[in-house]
Nanobody, 120 residues
Framework: QVQLVQSGGGLVQAGGSLRLSCAAS????????MGWFRQAPGKEREFVAA????????TYADSVKGRFSISRDNAKKLVSLSMNSLKPEDTAVYYC?????????????WGQGTQVTVST
């Protein structure tokens, strides 16, 4: 059974930093592009960042460019999201995902989600 178990998150003041991690099991980790999404209250889920199979290609939403950094360690089956200069608008539930097709879809594997709250 594929499992994505997230850790990290919590409450932080604006301008602070947090690091989210996602540990995968039950899949050939290096065969999947990995990503992070978030969903704020009253809003649709939005893309945050993604990293290709070997970590050579990283993409980010415009709203987090320069502040967030995604990385992966295929040996440890981990994908992380380092978040710096956090803003209140970053408050959301964050989900890691493993992409099983060429585009993000309902068939992707998802972590359980973790709350990130940025206070003013």
């Amino acid at each position: 059974q594929v499992q994505l178990v997230q850790s990290g998150g919590g409450l932080v003041q604006a301008g602070g930093s947090l690091r989210l991690s996602c540990a995968a099991s039950g899949l050939t980790f290096s065969s999947y592009a990995m990503g992070w999404f978030r969903q704020a209250p009253g809003k649709e889920r939005e893309f945050v960042a993604a990293v290709s199979w070997l970590g050579s290609i990283q993409t980010y939403a415009d709203s987090v460019k320069g502040r967030f950094s995604i990385s992966r360690d295929n040996a440890k089956k981990l994908v992380s999201l380092s978040m710096n200069s956090l803003k209140p608008e970053d408050t959301a539930v964050y989900y890691c995902a493993a992409r099983v097709r060429g585009t993000w879809s309902e068939d992707d594997y998802w972590g359980q989600g973790t709350q990130v709250t940025v206070s003013t």
